[in-house]
């Protein structure tokens, strides 16, 4: 189990946008995150998935469960991520956007 430092949160989030990023270049047929690039109703579909992934978030929250608040956390993270690929938008970007608030 990781010890939750900021680096390896920072090394995790680089290496799944990275994979994003790879999904939107490449297009394989058997995943799903090439498929929210290639879907016919465009970024739509990601968007639905955020207004999901975020509902699912406060249920869990409201329920108090901690493991299915953190499993729809990471969905809605992951998605959000797919989100700022599609707008040609990048991990660094939202770092510096957070740090400029600090």
Do not use: Q
Request: charged share 40%; proline share 1%; net charge negative.
């Amino acid at each position: 189990m990781s010890d939750g430092s900021d680096d390896e949160t920072e090394a995790v989030l680089d290496a799944l946008f990275t994979t994003i990023e790879n999904r939107r270049e490449e297009l394989p047929d058997d995943s799903y995150t090439a498929s929210l690039f290639t879907h016919e109703k465009g970024e739509n579909a990601t968007l639905e998935k955020i207004g999901e992934e975020a509902t699912e978030v406060i249920l869990a929250a409201k329920d108090d469960d901690d493991e299915e608040l953190l499993a729809e956390s990471a969905d809605l993270v992951y998605h959000l991520l797919v989100l700022l690929a599609i707008k040609e938008l990048t991990v660094d970007d939202l770092r510096a956007e957070l740090e400029d608030r600090f």
